[in-house]
């Protein structure tokens, strides 16, 4: 077999392969810190609290130490993602800035007929 007629694989995408795995990882972690949230803040705030168990059998101590951790790095992992796909969203402000301010008001290739009357 030459080099030429070899049979090679798909190439891998890190890019895609990167962007999975932090969407997944943002779609389970944002959901675990805002049920840690919602517990911590509904949690009775007395004295002796931190031993009081919440749910799933952990204390109100413990589920602070999940939402900490959790929430810095669903929050890295955000950061990750925004760096990732800054080209992206750069180029959705741009769209979202120029369509309110009304300079790309007509979808490109359509103009308004000569016989149409604006209203």
Do not use: C
């Amino acid at each position: 077999m030459t080099g030429s007629t070899a049979v090679r694989g798909p190439r891998f995408r890190w890019k895609s392969y990167a962007r999975a795995w932090i969407g997944i990882s943002m779609l389970v972690g944002w959901p675990i810190v805002v049920v840690s949230g919602v517990l911590l803040w509904l949690a009775d705030p007395g004295r002796q609290s931190g031993q009081q168990e919440l749910f799933l059998d952990l204390t109100k101590s413990e589920w602070g130490d999940i939402h900490w951790w959790v929430s810095v790095a669903v929050v890295l992992i955000t950061l990750v993602h925004v760096v990732i796909d800054f080209k992206a969203l750069k180029g959705a402000l741009r769209y979202l800035v120029s369509f309110h301010r009304g300079t790309n008001a007509q979808p490109r290739g359509r103009r308004p007929s000569a016989g149409a009357s604006a209203d």
